[in-house]
Nanobody, 126 residues
């Protein structure tokens, strides 16, 4: 089992950058696949990025490709989301998710992930 705590959210102007962090508990973090999702007000939670335990498999939503980067530091039990060129439509609560094995068929779905953090608010002003 793993517990996740996100941090790094805030208010930035359009075009700016933010780096989100997700701290994970548990001695087997390095074997977990990780992902970021987001949920805007009145909308369903949507996939942002995913990363396998070895970082050999990485996926991004088309809406963030080229602007966001998911990375991990297994020594620190942490996964990050570097967000550049932020847009007002990126405003959402961002959630970190984990799963023991990479969900090869449903990595882009909420149901593909077993553990979730509490979320961190990201607000982009125009």
């Amino acid at each position: 089992q793993v517990q996740l705590v996100e941090s790094g959210g805030g208010l930035v102007q359009a075009g700016g950058s933010l780096r989100l962090s997700c701290a994970a508990s548990g001695r087997t973090f390095s074997s977990y696949s990780m992902a970021w999702f987001r949920q805007a007000p009145g909308k369903e939670r949507e996939f942002v990025a995913a990363n396998s335990w070895s970082s050999t498999t990485t996926y991004y939503a088309d809406s963030v490709k080229g602007r966001f980067t998911i990375s991990r530091d297994n020594a620190k039990n942490a996964v990050y989301l570097q967000m550049n060129s932020l847009k007002p439509k990126d405003t959402a609560v961002y959630y970190c998710a984990a799963r023991r094995t990479f969900p090869v068929s449903n990595w882009h779905l909420v149901t593909g992930w077993d553990y979730w953090g509490q979320g961190t608010q990201v607000t982009i002003s125009s």
